[in-house]
T-cell receptor, first 110, second 112 residues
Framework: NAGVTQTPKFRILKIGQSMTLQCTQD?????MYWYRQDPGMGLKLIYY???????DKGEVPNGYNVSRSTTEDFPLRLELAAPSQTSVYFC?????????FGPGTRLLVL | DAKTTQPTSMDCAEGRAANLPCNHS???????VYWYRQIHSQGPQYIIH???NNETNEMASLIITEDRKSSTLILPHATLRDTAVYYC?????????????FGKGTMLLVSP
């Protein structure tokens, strides 16, 4: 049982490039979330999903897109990377009571 | 979800018990108290949660006051690896999709 896994661990992007952050969970959880955490700050919710085929915006969705074609996978897409998107990105899944987080992806946009 | 108040930082000597307090005076009857921690550069990690009764697992103990307005997370024998930011979060089980709201937490520094 691997829990929540994220790839890549670290990435450098140039302004305007695009990329997909991958997130997979093997706990059969319906709820999944994407957060970003800027240095010294708390977690901000980007997008969430309550099940396959259902996604919705969180607190800071601009510049991002998500899809949820399966229960296991919840990828986050950056279409036109900007320096303001430099951050650490965490994916999480949740059962009724407990939220489980992935190890994070560090993204640097130059 | 009810708001929580935690000290900004705490120190603890290695091997001693770390007692982290949390106030949640506006907690309602169906809301649980959750504790998570975030070790530097890692994702938040679930520690323990409880409703009314005290709880214990392999990581920690959670003591909730009878009026449920405050709680204490106890790490019985703190190690250097327990240095982290600890978050106390109150959340109801009927909150649907809503995620946990992480405040500023308590920075626990465990020293040799």
């Amino acid at each position: 049982n691997a829990g929540v896994t994220q790839t890549p661990k670290f990435r450098i992007l140039k302004i305007g490039q695009s990329m997909t952050l991958q997130c997979t969970q093997d706990m059969n959880h319906n709820y999944m979330y994407w957060y970003r955490q800027d240095p010294g700050m708390g977690l901000k919710l980007i997008y969430y999903s309550v099940g396959a085929g259902i996604t919705d915006k969180g607190e800071v969705p601009n510049g991002y897109n998500v899809s949820r074609s399966t229960t296991e996978d919840f990828p986050l897409r950056l279409e036109l990377a900007a320096p303001s998107q430099t951050s650490v990105y965490f994916c999480a899944s949740r059962n009724l009571e407990t939220q489980y987080f992935g190890p994070g992806t560090r993204l640097l946009v130059l | 979800d009810a708001k929580t108040t935690q000290p900004t930082s705490m120190d603890c000597a290695e091997g001693r018990a770390a007692n982290l307090p949390c106030n949640h005076s506006t907690i309602s009857g169906n809301e649980y108290v959750y504790w998570y921690r975030q070790i530097h550069s890692q994702g938040p990690q679930y520690i323990i949660h409880g409703l009314k009764n005290n709880e214990t697992n392999e990581m920690a103990s959670l003591i909730i006051t009878e009026d449920r307005k405050s709680s204490t997370l106890i790490l019985p024998h703190a190690t250097l690896r327990d240095t982290a930011v600890y978050y106390c979060i109150v959340r109801g089980t009927n909150s649907g999709y809503s995620t946990l709201t992480f405040g500023k937490g308590t920075m626990l520094l465990v020293s040799p």
